[in-house]
C-alpha cells in the first residue's frame, strides 16, 4: 500500500509564495492536483519517469514542481500565489508514467491533503 504524506500548507496573501511537500516512500510516478468544495478535482502538476512536467495553464508560469529522490519527496514550488488557488491540494500517485497527466483517473493513490488559503 502506498502512502503519501502531504506537508507545507497555510495561509498567505495574494502574491506571496508556499512549498508543499509530498513524501511517499519508493515512488517515483506522482502529481499534484487540488480541489475547492463543490468543484471537481483538478491536475496541477505532473512529472514522469523521464523528468518531464506538465502543468495546468491557470499555474504556469507560477507553480514548480520538482523531486528529491534522495528524500523521496515531490516538491510543489508556488509563487505569485493568486486567490483562485486556494483550495485542498493533494499528492497523487499512479503505477506507471512515461508520460506527464493531470487526469485523476490515471492515479491510483492519494494524500489526505493539505489546504492553501490565499487572502487578497
Known amino acids: 500500500q502506498v502512502r503519501l504524506v502531504e506537508t507545507g500548507g497555510g495561509s498567505v496573501q495574494a502574491g506571496g509564495s508556499l512549498t508543499l511537500s509530498c513524501l511517499g516512500h519508493?515512488?517515483?510516478?506522482l502529481g499534484w492536483f487540488r480541489q475547492v468544495p463543490g468543484k471537481e478535482r483538478e491536475g496541477v502538476a505532473s512529472?514522469?519517469?523521464?523528468?518531464?512536467?506538465s502543468y495546468a495553464d491557470s499555474v504556469k508560469g507560477r507553480f514548480s514542481i520538482s523531486k528529491d529522490n534522495a528524500k523521496y519527496n515531490l516538491i510543489l514550488q508556488m509563487n505569485s500565489l493568486k486567490p483562485e488557488d486556494t483550495a485542498m491540494y493533494y499528492c497523487?500517485?499512479?503505477?506507471?508514467?512515461?508520460?506527464?497527466?493531470?487526469?485523476?483517473?490515471?492515479?491510483?493513490?492519494w494524500g489526505q491533503g493539505t489546504q492553501v488559503t490565499v487572502s487578497s
Open positions: 497523487a500517485a499512479r503505477t506507471t508514467c512515461y508520460s506527464t497527466s493531470l487526469s485523476t483517473s490515471h492515479y491510483n493513490y
Open positions: 519508493d515512488v517515483v510516478c
Open positions: 512529472r514522469d519517469i523521464y523528468g518531464e512536467t
